[in-house]
C-alpha cells in the first residue's frame, strides 16, 4: 500500500517543471493524476513518462471555457477530487517603463485569473477535507527588476490564497500557497535566448544564500505536502527557495 494510494490530483501546469515533478511525487505513491498545459507535445511526453495513472488535457489557463470544459473532464474522470494544484504559470521579464498593456494582460490572465478560476470551477469537485495549493512566487515579496508586473499577479494569487481559504474552511477544505525561488525548471529558457538564460542562472545562483539554484522536485515536496499531510495549516505561504526571501 503506497502512501497516496487511489487520491485523485489536478495539476495545472502538470506538463514541465514543478507540476511534472509533482505528478510524477504523487503517481510513485499510488495517486491517479490529471495534468493540463497548451503544448500538445509536452502533455504526450509527460503521459508517457507518467504512465497510466495520468490523464493529459490540454487546457490554457487563462480561458474561462477551457477551465469550465476541464471541470466537467474531472467530474467524468475523477468524481471528486483531493487535491488541486493551480500551478500553471509564465514568467515576462522587462523593466517597468518598458512593460506593454500586452504582457502585462497576459503574465495576470495566466498566473493571477487563471489559479482564480481554476480553484473557482473545481471547487464544487474538491472532497470535504481535500488541500488547494496555488503556486506563486518568492517575487510577491522582494522588489525585483524586471518582474513588476509579474511579481504583482504572483502577490494577489498570495492574498487569493488567504480569501479562499476562509472561504472554503466551512467545507474543511485547506488552501495554500507554494512560493518558490530561483528553480531550474526550464522557465527561463522559454522567456529568454539561451545565453541569456545561461547567464541569468548563474547569476540567481551565485545570489542565493545556498550559492544554487532548486530544483522541481525540492518544490514538488513541499507542494505534496501542503495538499496532504498539513492538515492543521491554511491560509498559509511556503517558501522554497534557498532561503532568499528570508535570510
Ligand atoms: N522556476 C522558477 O524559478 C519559478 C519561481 C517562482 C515561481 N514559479 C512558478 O512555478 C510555476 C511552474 O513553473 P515552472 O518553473 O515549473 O515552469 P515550466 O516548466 O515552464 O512549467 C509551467 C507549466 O505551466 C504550463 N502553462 C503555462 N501557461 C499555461 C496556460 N496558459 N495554461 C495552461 N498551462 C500553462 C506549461 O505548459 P505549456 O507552456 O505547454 O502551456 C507548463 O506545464 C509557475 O506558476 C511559475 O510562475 C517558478
Do not use: H, W
Not at 512560493?179 to 526550464?186: A, E, R
Not at 505536502?225 to 532568499?244: C, H, K, M, Q, R
Amino acid at each position: 500500500m503506497s502512501k497516496y494510494d487511489g487520491k485523485r490530483v489536478v495539476i495545472t501546469g502538470g506538463s514541465s517543471g514543478v507540476g511534472l515533478a509533482t505528478a510524477q511525487l504523487l503517481v510513485d505513491e499510488g495517486a491517479r493524476v490529471l495534468i493540463t498545459g497548451r503544448g500538445q507535445d509536452a502533455l504526450d511526453t509527460a503521459r508517457g513518462q507518467l504512465g497510466a495513472q495520468a490523464i493529459a488535457v490540454r487546457s490554457d489557463a487563462a480561458s474561462l471555457p477551457d477551465i469550465g470544459a476541464l471541470a466537467d473532464r474531472v467530474k467524468a474522470e475523477f468524481g471528486t477530487v483531493d487535491a488541486l494544484f493551480a500551478n500553471a504559470g509564465v514568467n515576462g521579464f522587462a523593466p517597468f517603463e518598458a512593460t506593454s498593456e500586452e504582457l502585462f494582460d497576459s503574465l495576470l490572465s495566466i498566473n493571477t485569473k487563471g489559479p482564480y478560476f481554476t480553484v473557482q470551477k473545481l471547487a464544487p469537485l474538491l472532497a470535504e477535507g481535500s488541500g488547494v495549493v496555488l503556486t506563486t512566487s518568492v517575487a510577491n515579496v522582494l522588489g525585483l527588476p524586471m518582474l513588476s508586473a509579474y511579481a504583482a499577479g504572483k502577490a494577489a494569487v498570495r492574498s487569493m490564497t488567504r480569501s479562499l481559504a476562509r472561504e472554503l474552511l466551512p467545507r474543511r477544505i485547506r488552501v495554500n500557497a507554494v512560493s518558490p525561488g530561483p528553480i531550474d525548471s526550464g522557465i527561463l529558457e522559454k522567456s529568454m535566448p539561451e545565453e541569456a538564460a545561461a547567464r541569468t542562472k548563474t547569476q540567481m545562483a551565485a545570489e542565493n544564500p545556498m550559492l544554487r539554484m532548486g530544483n522541481p522536485t525540492e518544490v514538488a515536496r513541499a507542494v505534496v505536502f501542503l495538499a496532504f499531510d498539513a492538515t492543521f495549516t491554511t491560509g498559509a505561504e511556503l517558501a522554497v527557495d534557498g532561503g532568499g526571501s528570508q535570510i
